[in-house]
């Protein structure tokens, strides 16, 4: 939920979203997930610090690909996105996301541009 609706309806708990989600999964599976979204939420582990990161970066090259395409109200997005990112390899990656084009990653994934 983004910042202004936070104002007007409080986001629920994430374990409590969980279980209602997950209510009609066969428990083996139900409890992995409920498992999974609490080790996320307490932030404790590499994984979820990783996949708090990878959230951030995702968020980070939306807007990217927002601003390139004309919306210039997209920094506050990318630069809150950036000021997320925990780890050292995460705020590399950004520094990389940001030095070049919004589409160069993938040009560069096709093999676009090679002789």
């Known amino acids: 939920m983004n910042h202004l609706g ?12 969980t279980v209602d989600q997950t209510a009609g999964m066969p428990e083996v599976l ?11 939420e307490a932030k404790e582990s590499s994984e979820a610090v990783c996949a708090r990161d990878a959230d951030k970066l ?17 920094q506050r997005w990318i630069d809150n996105s950036r000021g997320r990112l925990v780890t050292k390899t995460a705020n590399r990656l950004a520094d990389e996301l ?3 084009g919004s ?3 993938l040009r560069a994934a096709l093999g676009e541009g090679k002789a």
Do not use: F, H, M
């Open 58 to 74: 995702e968020c980070l090259l939306q807007g990217i690909e927002y601003k390139a395409q004309g919306y210039e109200n997209t």
């Open 6 to 17: 936070k104002k007007y309806a409080p986001a629920g708990d994430p374990q409590e979203v």
């Open 30 to 40: 139900a409890s992995a997930v409920r498992e999974l979204v609490a080790e996320y």
């Open 98 to 100: 940001l030095a070049q």
């Open 103 to 105: 589409l160069d990653w």
